[in-house]
C-alpha cells in the first residue's frame, strides 16, 4: 500500500468536467491508498481507444490494476467532442471474496454539467444482500438531501438498496456526491483488506448475473456500436467493461 500517491497523467481527465477529474483522482488515491496494487493486463487495443461519433472525435482511457482481493479495478474515461464527459469505475472481486462490486458512474460535460451521478456497492451473494458489515457501516452514514434523485432503470435489480442516483444541480451537490463516493470507497476497500478468501468460485453466479445485466445498458451499447461498430461494442462490452472470471479448468 502506498501513501505516496500522486494522480496518473492523462491527457484527457484535464479537458473533462471538473466533478469527474477530482473523482478520478479520489478513487485511485484510495485505492493507493488501502489496497496492494499490482498491474492488471487490458486487453490488446482497448487501452487508449480513438473513433469518431456523429462527426465527433471519440476518446476512451482505461487504467486497471489488480489486487489479492480484487480481480479488475477499472477506471474509465471517455469524452465525445465538447458534448460529453464520462467517468466509469467497476471494482471486480475475485470471486472466492464475498464482497460486493463497487461501480460509479458520471455523465456530463463541461458545458452542460453532469446529468448523471451513479454509485452503489452491489451484492454478488445468492439473496442479493449486502454482508451485514457492509449495511451496518453505510447506515451510519450522515442523511443525503439531494434535489433531483433519478430512477433507477429496469434492468437496475442488481443495486443495493443504498444505490445512489442523482443529478447534482450545483456545486454543493457535486461535492457531497464526491464525499458520499469517498465514504463508499473507505468502507469497501477497508472491509476488502480484512477479507478472507472462501472456496474458490463461490460468489461468480453473482458477479456473472451482474454483468449480465449491466450488459443491457442501451445506452453505452449504442454509442459504442455508432462509434465503432456492432462486433468491437460486443468485444468491448465483454471483454473490457463487464468480463466475467474465468473458471480454471
Known sequence: M????????????????????????????????????????IPEGLGYVEGKLEGERLVIENVCYQTPQFRKLHLELAQVGNNLDILHCVMFPRAEYGLPIFGADLVGSTKGGISAAIIDLSPVTSDRTLPPTYTQSLKTLPPHNFSQVRSIPEWGDIFSPFCLFIRPSNPSEEAEFLARVDQYLAIHCTQASQSQPELANTYLSGQQYYCHKQQQNDKTRRVLEKAFGQEWAENYMTQMLFDVQQVAT
Open 2 to 41: 502506498s501513501s505516496d500517491y500522486s494522480p496518473a497523467t492523462s491527457a484527457l481527465r484535464s479537458h473533462q468536467h471538473p466533478l469527474i477529474q477530482r473523482m478520478a483522482v479520489a478513487i485511485e488515491a484510495a485505492w493507493h491508498k488501502y489496497l496492494d496494487l499490482s498491474p492488471y493486463q
